[in-house]
């Protein structure tokens, strides 16, 4: 077999890039000054500022971003800068409305004052309970009371007495008879100076002592009594009703002076009209019912053997202040990080109690706040995710935010839509809430929520790379030095810094990158931290960071040892020597999340006279994916545009990944598969030593794939593990070569000549690499230059279509 040509092949200084440990210009880790600096994330940065800074309503900030990249830190930091800026804070206060229960009033108070008025209304209440009694136990009060007592009871003594005469004049006399539990006065007759009853009269007139005449003439005298002792009784409830009234005047012109001089002292504290309008109501209030100021044990009687539960502020709960958001503490910017997004710590809940009697309630006191109302004038961070899956907390927030109104309501109405009669007054907030998410959540709610884009108008995208320049490096330098400085670890040396650069970079995937993925680095930096301590050793090296590299993906690379353990027993049948025809080894990358590895396929292919042109067995089986396929489509256009200048393609081309059971797709294998076809149509074998990826375009130009370190390694192992031969290799697309970063086995091998890597740009390169004979170009009279692969592949597609046309004939 020819010798290919070397132009093709990589250096091995080209296959990785490594960090010069002396141009960090540091010993240790202890020479770096540790910052706390935001690295690599200025877009993100930019647009976190301006969406935090912006006043205007619907600059919401949404970031998006893989995790680990430091957005959860970012965001802490940049509005630890907000933290200590100008706000106005308030304080946010339920009271009772006097005129409807159901609808508790929203007093809403410079910061600090609310704490203040509850304390206040307590004294308040608390003076009311010491005042108002020692007015009533005055002895002015006393006196006036009892001279208006005295007043109205002579009255009624005079009116009673009046009466008395009347009746007694008449021959009757006023009697007190039981009714039921009460007395009530009736009127009976006279005889011989004693009441009697009327059924003691008719034994009278049996007896002849009187007359039936005299009977009837008591009976019509008594029946006129009667009726004016009924204007004598409401004459005398309405001296009693006069009384009450004379007593409760009294009670308002002795109390009410000092009510309302300790109502206006709070009241010329608060320059609040709402608050001035309920100080009215509480005035009112205890104006209205001042007995209950003068509760004695007489008036709450209890039950033998039950203590009462009912507590002094549960007596006076309409004057209590239920501060649902106090700042009286609060310092700069109210910043909430909520963590649980269910819909009670969002926005608060109306709770619920059961009585002594054992039936449900709730009042105004009993009306809790969530994350977003301790927020109000700052900010609120929450994960988009989590809010999404909690039942009603994504409609209520687009709600809130957009009304910048924040309803709290029981957690039963808020998730399930309940209705209750029980509607705190909505109240006003300031908010900027930041929102964290991927790409895909984003996309989704923007696509398909129109709110979403109207109250999230601000995107922070983090990205998981950074340019590789020195300040790029420098920063990677002083990030290494703050994880080792807080967590207490030991220094690193400049090689072991530089082992960690250069795993940043092969994260990055790109030579020219570093990754910013920097919850990955710093747990490389802590696994180092670890093996330099087994080995007892005072500084972390190179060897101590590739051992905790190696040990991470030992701990998870369980299915690829089981993959690779079928290649070598032969069970999935891969060739790594030798020549065939039609076959040739292509290169895949299984991605398990956490762990991606690349594995070997062998793909084939079979042509023959026939009009279907490729057939995709993959796609057939509907275990092709749509980029897959598209690349399949490729395939027959290069071909078309390649051989059918001067003839139809009659040819069937079939093409397959052999003991392939779980569906492919991605168009890295396109490049593989013309060679498997055009080997096939010329009849020349393919080299399987040498494993093969790479996209191509309808011109045969060959363009880069994604995954060709773990590629690379992948074949690597198998003809490692099979014993290196010096002819193996990996053909991979010359865009690739930027983003290699490969493993130092790997390297070692090509240094020693045992492993080749070669970079091509065309589909002609590449086959030429494969047969070791000449591709091929078009002459002038629409052939190829003879015994070429070209030539050879146009022959059999010129005698197919010859076949063809002598079998419809």
Request: glycine share 8%.
């Amino acid at each position: 077999m020819p010798k290919t040509t070397s132009l093709k092949e990589i250096p091995p200084s080209q296959l990785r890039w490594v960090c010069d440990p002396k141009t960090l210009k540091v010993k240790t880790t202890e020479d770096v000054k540790a910052t706390k600096e935001i690295i690599g994330q200025d877009r993100a940065l930019r647009a976190l500022r301006m969406g935090l800074e912006m006043k205007h309503a619907g600059y919401n900030v949404f970031v998006t971003g893989f995790s680990g990249t430091g957005r959860m830190t970012t965001i802490k930091r940049l509005l630890s800068e907000f933290q200590h800026g100008k706000t106005t804070l308030r304080d946010h206060c339920y009271l009772h409305n006097f005129l409807n229960s159901d609808q508790p009033i929203l007093v809403t108070l410079p910061a600090g004052q609310g704490s203040k008025l509850q304390e206040e209304m307590e004294n308040l209440v608390q003076e009311f309970l010491k005042n108002i009694p020692a007015v009533f136990e005055s002895k002015r009060f006393k006196e006036e009371r009892k001279r208006s007592m005295e007043f109205f009871q002579e009255r009624q003594r005079s009116v009673l007495k009046d009466f008395e005469q009347k009746v007694r004049e008449r021959g009757f006399e006023v009697i007190q008879v039981q009714v039921g539990p009460i007395m009530r006065p009736d009127i009976a007759p006279l005889h011989d100076g004693q009441p009697i009853t009327f059924d003691q009269l008719d034994l009278l007139v049996k007896d002849g002592k009187i007359t039936k005449h005299q009977v009837e003439k008591m009976m019509l005298d008594r029946a006129q009594l009667e009726g004016q002792m009924e204007l004598m009784l409401r004459e005398l409830r309405n001296i009693e009703k006069k009384a009450k009234e004379s007593v409760e005047s009294l009670s308002e012109r002795f109390i009410l002076p000092l009510v309302k001089e300790s109502v206006d002292d709070l009241r010329r504290k608060y320059s609040n009209k709402k608050l001035h309008e309920y100080l009215d109501q509480v005035q009112e209030s205890v104006m209205a019912d001042l007995s209950r100021f003068r509760v004695t044990d007489e008036q709450s009687p209890q039950i033998p053997g039950i203590q009462s539960q009912e507590k002094e502020e549960d007596l006076f709960i309409e004057y209590q202040v239920n501060v649902v958001v106090d700042n009286s503490r609060t310092k700069g910017v109210p910043i909430v990080i909520e963590t649980n997004p269910k819909f009670k710590n969002i926005f608060g809940t109306i709770e619920r109690e059961i009585d002594r009697n054992g039936i449900w309630r709730t009042d105004f006191t009993l009306i809790k706040s969530g994350s977003l109302l301790k927020a109000d004038g700052g900010f609120l961070v929450i994960n988009a995710l989590d809010a999404l899956v909690e039942p009603g907390v994504w409609q209520t927030l687009k709600r809130t935010l957009r009304n910048g109104l924040l309803d709290i309501q029981p957690v039963e109405s808020g998730i399930f839509g309940t209705s209750s009669a029980f509607k705190p007054e909505p109240i006003e907030i300031n908010v900027k809430v930041v929102m964290l998410g991927d790409a895909y959540i984003y996309f989704l709610l923007y696509e398909q929520d129109d709110d979403f884009k109207k109250i999230f108008k601000v995107r922070a995208d983090f990205d998981t790379e950074m340019p590789k320049v020195n300040y790029s490096i420098n920063k990677y330098l002083h990030f290494i030095a703050m994880i080792c400085e807080d967590e207490k670890l030991l220094p690193f040396n400049s090689n072991g810094i530089a082992a960690v650069i250069e795993h940043g970079v092969r994260l990055a995937g790109r030579q020219n990158k570093l990754s910013t993925r920097f919850n990955v680095i710093a747990d490389v930096v802590r696994e180092a931290n670890y093996w330099a301590g087994k080995a007892e050793s005072s500084i972390v090296t190179a060897n101590h960071v590739q051992k905790a590299i190696d040990e991470h993906i030992e701990r998870i690379k369980l299915i690829e040892e089981k993959s690779k353990e079928l290649i070598h027993e032969g069970t999935i049948l891969i060739d790594t020597t030798g020549s065939v025809v039609g076959q040739v080894n292509g290169l895949s990358v299984l991605d398990m999340h956490e762990y991606i590895f690349g594995m070997p396929s062998r793909i084939t292919a079979k042509t023959s006279i026939g009009r279907r042109g490729i057939i995709n067995i993959e796609r057939e089986a509907a275990m092709s994916g749509p980029i897959h396929n598209k690349g399949v489509l490729i395939i027959s256009g290069y071909l078309h545009g390649k051989y059918a200048h001067n003839k139809p393609l009659t040819m069937n081309a079939s093409i397959t990944f052999e003991q392939n059971y779980g569906g492919i797709d991605g168009d890295s294998a396109s490049s593989t598969e013309i060679y498997a076809i055009l080997s096939s149509l010329a009849n020349i074998p393919l080299r399987q030593e040498i494993s093969v990826t790479g996209s191509v375009n309808q011109n045969g130009e060959i363009q880069p794939i994604g995954g060709v370190n773990q590629k690379i390694e992948g074949f690597f192992d198998i003809c490692n593990k099979r014993g290196l031969t010096g002819t193996q290799g990996v053909m991979i697309p010359h865009q690739n070569k930027k983003d290699l970063m490969l493993r130092h086995d790997v390297i070692e091998a090509v240094e020693k000549n045992l492993f080749h890597i070669y970079a091509i740009k065309s589909i002609d390169e590449g086959i030429e690499l494969l047969t070791g004979a000449k591709a091929g170009k078009r002459l002038k009279d629409g052939l190829f230059e003879k015994g070429t692969i070209h030539y050879l592949v146009d022959q059999t597609l010129i005698s197919y279509a010859h076949h063809f046309k002598e079998l419809l004939a």
